[in-house]
């Protein structure tokens, strides 16, 4: 549970909208992005990270008052969790292979089943 920041009354972190004020708390068509608001009179460019890296392609920077990549250039950014790869034993591993890339493997058969034709003639 959170707060509106306008009517300051508690509500769910799923509402779209305020059920007591109306604002709107996500962003317009996503409404899994938090909408970020500035507070009072500042912009959110001021304290926002991009901004200060100057990666921020915002087309309202420096003067955004609301923006979905806000990121507080105060706050720690998280270290990303490393990528879980389960270890695949040699025959799942040519198993995919084959699975995805069977063109390969029918030509593969071709010239293998030519091969053993030329060999089986010539004796």
């Given at each position: 549970?959170?707060?509106?920041?306008?009517?300051?009354?508690?509500?769910?972190?799923?509402?779209?909208?305020?059920?007591?004020?109306?604002?709107?708390?996500?962003?317009?068509?996503?409404?899994?992005?938090t909408l970020?608001?500035?507070?009072?009179?500042?912009?959110?460019?001021?304290?926002?990270?991009?901004?200060?890296?100057?990666?921020?392609?915002?087309?309202?920077?420096?003067?955004?008052?609301?923006?979905?990549?806000?990121?507080?250039?105060?706050?720690?950014?998280?270290?990303?969790?490393?990528?879980?790869?389960?270890?695949?034993?040699?025959?799942?591993?040519?198993?995919?292979?084959?699975?995805?890339?069977?063109a390969v493997?029918?030509?593969?058969?071709?010239?293998?089943?030519?091969?053993?034709?030329?060999?089986?003639?010539?004796?």
């Open positions: 549970m959170s707060n509106c920041p306008r009517c300051h009354q508690s509500i769910s972190n799923r509402e779209i909208t305020c059920p007591h004020c109306g604002m709107i708390l996500k962003a317009y068509g996503h409404p899994g992005i970020h608001r500035a507070v009072e009179q500042e912009y959110l460019c001021e304290t926002c990270l991009y901004h200060a890296d100057d990666t921020c392609t915002f087309p309202q920077r420096p003067y955004a008052k609301e923006c979905t990549l806000y990121t507080d250039k105060d706050q720690s950014p998280l270290e990303p969790e490393p990528i879980y790869m389960p270890r695949r034993s040699l025959l799942q591993a040519a198993k995919l292979w084959c699975q995805r890339h069977p493997v029918g030509l593969l058969g071709l010239f293998a089943v030519s091969i053993v034709f030329t060999l089986l003639s010539n004796s």
